[in-house]
């Protein structure tokens, strides 16, 4: 792991260097419509785990994000990822007093859920209304399971003034069970298509994330239970809008 991590560290550093470089040039003589700037985008992604992890997980879905810097028009640009990732859920239940056990409530859930930064160069088509990208990345992902309540709770508190009753709420609780870090690299390509005559484009791409051997738990182990142990591949097919 401390290799992995330094291997980690050194691409980062690397890869920020890379950037300054480039955003430094593109500065120099561009037309002020096309110095470097940051661009945003985001969008849906389900995830396939494979290898050893696709033995304990199915498929997990969530959002993610990025950020490019850049020139519109230039080939280079260094790109921030992030996302967050729900592979488990189980919800706890309880029947409603005064039903006869008849109707239940939602009382907790339980979230396994994986979330992750990254950051590395991407190239891309500089112009054109199918502008098709490949980046390569290294970063971190955070593995972890926590449950919270699905309201707070109210109660009822009798009130120094006389016929009064006030109710209160119980502040809205979360607890983590068990939680790892591990490192990522990965590599991705996609295609922007663009949308009407402005700056935003369909953003269609997959992403292959490689997490180095890991700690977690699934929705079919219980919270106090023994961590299961295996690298955290995953297959990423994102869909979203971005700026190009």
């Known amino acids: 792991m401390a290799s992995v991590l330094r291997g980690v560290t050194a691409a980062a550093a690397a890869t920020l260097l890379l950037g300054g470089a480039v955003g430094a040039r593109a500065g120099e003589g561009a037309p002020a419509g096309d110095r470097s700037s940051v661009r945003f985008g985001g969008g849906v992604t389900v995830a396939a785990p494979t290898g050893a992890f696709a033995e304990n997980i199915d498929v997990a879905g969530g959002l993610s994000g990025h950020a490019l810097y850049g020139r519109s028009h230039g080939a280079l640009a260094l790109r921030l990822d ?17 039903t006869e056990g008849r ?27 199918l502008r098709p990208y490949a980046s390569a990345f290294a970063g971190a992902s955070y593995f972890a399971t926590s449950s919270e309540l699905v309201r707070p709770r109210r109660t009822a508190v009798v009130s120094p003034v006389p016929g009064t009753l006030v109710v209160a709420g119980d502040p809205f609780r979360t607890t983590t069970h068990y939680d790892d870090f591990t490192a990522l690299v990965g590599g991705g390509a996609g295609l922007l298509v663009g949308l009407g005559r402005g700056h935003t484009a369909l953003d269609l ?9 890991v700690r977690y738990l699934t929705d079919s182990d219980p919270i106090d239970g023994t961590p299961r142990r295996s690298t955290g591949h995953l297959v990423e097919f994102h869909v979203g809008v971005s700026g190009y």
């Open 82 to 98: 992030g996302g967050w990732l729900l592979y488990g859920q189980h919800t706890l239940r309880r029947p409603v007093p005064g």
């Open 103 to 129: 109707v239940l409530e939602d009382v907790a859930t339980t979230d396994n859920w994986i979330a992750h930064l990254s950051l590395g160069p991407q190239i891309m088509a500089r112009s054109g209304r």
């Open 205 to 213: 791409g997959v992403r292959y994330v490689a997490n180095s051997p």
